[in-house]
C-alpha cells in the first residue's frame, strides 16, 4: 500500500513540476538567450528537481524553487564555460596584450552616452534614483535595506523598477549602437 502511495506522490510532484515548465522556458531563454542551452537548462532544472525532491518543503512555492535551481544551475555552467575558455600567457612580454592595436575611441560619442546616462538616472523618481545610485556605488542590497531602512524586497523592486526604465529611456544605445560600434572597429 505504501509503495502506491509514494507513487501517488511522485507522479504530483511530477505533475507539479511539469505545470511550471512554460515558466521556467521562458526564464531559461531570457538567461541563455539561445533556444537550445534554454532547453538543456530546462531539462537539467527537472532533473535536479526530481533528484532533490525530498529537499522540496511541502506547501511552499513550487515555481520559486524551480527557479531558483534554474538560476544556480544557469550561472553554474556560464562559471564552468568562462573557466574553461580563461587563457592564461605566462610569456615575459605581457605588456603587448594591453595594447590597442586599430581601435579607437570617440570622445564625443562617449560623452554624449554618458551625459544621456546621467540624464536619464536623474529624470527617475527620488526614491529609485537614490536606492539605484547605492547600487551602482556597489551596495549590497541588505546594506542598502539598512540605510534607507525599508524591506530588502522594495530595495529589490525599486532596482528592477529603475533598470526597467533607464533600459526604455536609454534603448537608442541597445542593439544597433553595438553592432554599428563593433563595425566601426
Known amino acids: 500500500m505504501k509503495t502506491n502511495q ?3 506522490q511522485v507522479i504530483d510532484f511530477e505533475t507539479l513540476i511539469k505545470d511550471e515548465s512554460k515558466s521556467l522556458k521562458a ?3 531570457q538567461l541563455s538567450r539561445n533556444q537550445d542551452d534554454a532547453k538543456d537548462l530546462v ?3 527537472m532533473l535536479k528537481a526530481l533528484r532533490y525532491k525530498e529537499k522540496f518543503t511541502e506547501g511552499s512555492n513550487i515555481k520559486a524553487w524551480l527557479f531558483t535551481i534554474l538560476r544556480n544551475s544557469f550561472i553554474n555552467q556560464y562559471r564552468r564555460t568562462a573557466k574553461r575558455n580563461t587563457f592564461i600567457d605566462t610569456t ?3 605588456f603587448f596584450l594591453d595594447l590597442p592595436s586599430h581601435k579607437s575611441e570617440n570622445i564625443a560619442e562617449l ?3 554618458r551625459k544621456d546616462l546621467q540624464t536619464a538616472i536623474q529624470s527617475l523618481p527620488i526614491d529609485l ?3 539605484f545610485m547605492l547600487n551602482m556605488e556597489g551596495f549590497k542590497y541588505h546594506e542598502i535595506a539598512e540605510e534607507l531602512n525599508i524591506p530588502i ?3 529589490k523592486t525599486r532596482i528592477f523598477v529603475a533598470r526597467r526604465i533607464l533600459r526604455q529611456k536609454l534603448k537608442v544605445y541597445g542593439e544597433d549602437f553595438r553592432q554599428s560600434k563593433t563595425a566601426n572597429e
Open 129 to 131: 534614483k537614490v536606492t
Open 153 to 155: 524586497g522594495t530595495v
Open 111 to 113: 560623452t554624449f552616452i
Open 43 to 45: 531539462q537539467d532544472t
Open 6 to 8: 509514494q507513487s501517488v
Open 92 to 94: 615575459d612580454n605581457t
Open 27 to 29: 526564464l531559461a531563454m
